[in-house]
């Protein structure tokens, strides 16, 4: 694998089972824009997936499709959501697992824990882990952060808490191998350009930065 690596996050896919919340028309997308993005990801090994929320859409849809491409992605679970019209059950969070993917902890009520005080954010990575992993019957070692939402304390919380890996919404490209990363949500109007604009963009911002450190320098020298 590259040292650096685009993680992409889809939410919903297809016609909507439940009325969508405020927002989430905008990271929506559509079968045939998802399959078209798939196609482009499809034998790169510098782009991980991702899915956010355990809508119904990620067994109805997205499994079949990753399956037929051969695809493997992170599925990040609210776990207060399961049996909810719309949301998985744990039956679909277990064929999630028993098909390969990775099953992580988005929270247990979908709530930005930059926000909760200390009993609300254990409820969130503590309480909700456990009960997917009741699921799932494995460790549940990755956290993806609702709304992109941290702080120097929450990143403290999942350390000590044991997570491996957590992925927030920061956008852009990450270090593969970083304990935190960086990814980058998909809406209906993205199509696999994405993939090089992402990158066009990361680039350009870490000149612009790598130009402010030098002037810096200069500037105390």
């Known amino acids: 694998m ?41 034998g790169r090994d510098d782009v991980r997936i991702t899915f956010d929320d355990g809508n119904a859409s990620d067994v109805e ?6 399956a037929e491409r051969g695809l493997h992605a992170t599925f990040f679970v609210v776990a207060g959501r399961l049996r909810t019209r719309g949301f998985l059950d744990a039956v679909g969070v277990r064929a999630l697992a028993d098909a390969g ?4 902890c988005h929270g247990m009520r979908h709530r930005p824990w930059r926000t909760l005080d200390d009993g609300a954010l254990r409820e969130e990575l503590l309480d909700a882990r456990r009960r997917l992993e009741d699921v799932v019957q494995r460790a549940v070692t990755a956290a993806g952060c609702p709304f992109g939402s941290y702080d120097r304390r929450v990143l403290g919380r999942l350390r000590e808490h044991g997570y491996e ?6 956008r852009g490209t990450a270090r593969a191998d970083a304990w935190l990363q960086a990814r980058n949500s998909v809406g209906p109007a993205d199509d696999a350009g ?28």
């Open 2 to 42: 590259r040292s650096r690596c685009i993680n992409l996050t889809f939410h919903g896919v297809g016609e909507p089972r439940r009325a969508l919340e405020p927002g989430e028309a905008d990271v929506w997308v559509s079968r045939r824009g998802f399959a078209s993005l798939l196609d482009a990801v499809a």
């Open 61 to 66: 849809h997205v499994l079949p499709a990753l």
């Open 101 to 104: 993917m990775t099953v992580g």
């Open 165 to 170: 890996r957590v992925y927030t919404s920061d």
């Open 194 to 221: 994405l993939l090089d604009a992402i990158a066009a963009a990361d680039a350009q911002a870490r000149r612009a930065l790598g130009r402010r450190a030098k002037l810096a320098v200069k500037r105390w020298r």
